[in-house]
């Protein structure tokens, strides 16, 4: 390193480089190396615990004699205080990069990391929360910084959700939020949750869970509004699909996923994959297998002639190379349209209620529980499921004979009584 009396804006102009690293000094550690590519940096040496060390404060002539001479002064003045220059910067950088984070860190911000970091690996069915952050929580408190958030602002943001008149919605959207703000807490973004003392009681109200089942006559009146064509125009693939849940016991979410690949007619079963299933982050994913008896089988025939592509009941821009699901709330949308329309139904029901009726009507039917569980695709209670792998599948395939033989008796034969009306 080759020493010099003072560093001048002109004599480092004139410096060279040469094919070798240069270094210069005027003392004190006020440093100047040359690269063979003609790059000026200015560099504090010092030693810090025993260790030589250098810290690049800046480059010329970005950075003139006299700054760099003060960049370097304040560095020493660091190490006189026992703190080191470079670990100084860092430290300095970091806070800096903190502050510059926080300005990003919204709750639209955090929510969309929430979802694209939590939802979407841990969720098998993602599409309420995005629904919820894209309808309801960007738009109500969105701009918010996550820090500022207070829990008065939060219950505001619900009870416009409640005065539009959506309380059961308002109270999935807390939970949701409750969920987003424990994330960023164990992120060490937040220390607490401003969410946490909300309770759903206070927002949308007490929930009180559904218990509707369809009785046999309530059954009857359904098949025969469906199948008079006069009095409704739904899709006839959408009509078999209903008969279908009913038939089944599955979600809707199972069929409306539902692939070609996965029915077997020859054997007369329908294997379920587990990633149309809704199943826990924690249950052993395996697929589940549904019995077709005739009478279901024939709608799924009917489905195959209608379908045209790979998924059993597919989108309307769905094309034999470029095959996709119907939409996910199809069932519940024709529901919902047929409410009031079909004669001998009073009381509203949804798809969902299909898996009550047929749990119910397994009950009265005399199949026993552990099998009804397994029919619509549940866990057995953990004791039971830990002393027995057994799946019962022949069980499970006479309940669904029994069932579809009801259906089908109901269905068909307009002179039949019900005498029992499963309410």
């Known amino acids: 390193m080759e020493k010099i009396k003072k560093f001048t804006d002109a004599m480092v102009k004139n410096l060279k480089p040469s094919e070798k690293l240069l270094e210069y000094t005027e003392g004190g550690g006020f440093c100047l190396r040359i690269t063979p590519a003609g790059k000026k940096a200015w560099v504090y040496t010092y030693k810090f615990d025993g260790k030589s060390k250098r810290f690049t404060v800046g480059y010329y002539p970005a950075l003139s004699v006299a700054e760099a001479r003060k960049e370097v002064g304040d560095a020493a003045l660091l190490k006189d205080k026992n703190i080191d220059p470079i670990q100084a910067k ?10 510059q984070l926080r300005e990003i860190q919204t ?7 929430f979802y694209d970091r939590y939802v979407l690996i841990n969720r098998n069915a993602p599409i309420q929360i995005k629904q919820q952050k894209d309808a309801d929580i960007i738009p109500l408190l969105g701009k918010l910084k996550i820090e ?11 009870e416009k959700i409640v005065d539009r008149g959506s309380p059961v919605h308002a109270n999935k959207v807390l939970r949701t939020i409750k969920q987003m703000f424990n994330y960023a807490v164990s992120k060490g973004l937040i220390k607490h949750n401003p969410a946490i003392a909300i309770e759903t009681k206070s ?11 369809l009785s046999y006559e309530e059954i009857k009146a359904l098949w025969a509004y469906l199948d008079d064509r006069t009095e409704h125009n739904i899709h006839p693939a959408t009509i078999a699909g209903l008969k279908v849940l009913l038939l089944t016991g599955v979600r809707t979410g199972s069929l409306i996923k539902a692939e070609w690949k996965e029915i077997d007619f020859d054997n007369n079963l329908w294997t379920i994959p587990p990633e149309h299933l809704k ?17 279901t089988k024939d709608l799924f025939k009917e489905l195959k002639e209608l379908s045209g592509c790979s998924h059993v009941i597919p989108s309307r821009d769905s094309t034999e190379s470029d095959s996709k699901p119907a939409n996910g709330k199809l069932f519940s949308r024709v529901i919902n349209r047929s409410r009031g329309n079909i004669k001998g139904i009073e009381e509203n029901f949804n798809a969902h209620d299909f898996r009550t009726t047929f749990s119910t009507s397994m009950a009265d039917m005399g199949i026993a529980p552990h099998v009804t569980e397994l029919a619509l695709g549940h866990k057995l209670p953990k004791i ?3 002393y027995n792998k057994h799946e019962y599948l022949d069980e499970r395939r006479d309940a669904l004979e029994q069932w579809s033989d009801k259906i089908e ?3 068909t034969n307009n002179n039949v009584v019900v005498l029992n009306t499963n309410g």
């Open 409 to 411: 008796m109901l269905a």
């Open 90 to 99: 860092k430290d300095e950088e970091a806070r800096i990069k903190a502050e």
């Open 148 to 158: 500022d958030v207070t829990t008065r602002q939060i219950t505001l943001a619900l």
């Open 384 to 386: 039971m499921a830990t």
């Open 203 to 213: 927002i949308g109200g007490i929930e009180i869970p559904r218990d509707r089942c």
């Open 279 to 295: 199943l826990k982050k924690t249950e052993v994913r395996k697929p589940h297998k549904v019995h077709l008896s005739d009478f």
């Open 107 to 113: 709750v639209e911000w955090l929510v969309n990391d």
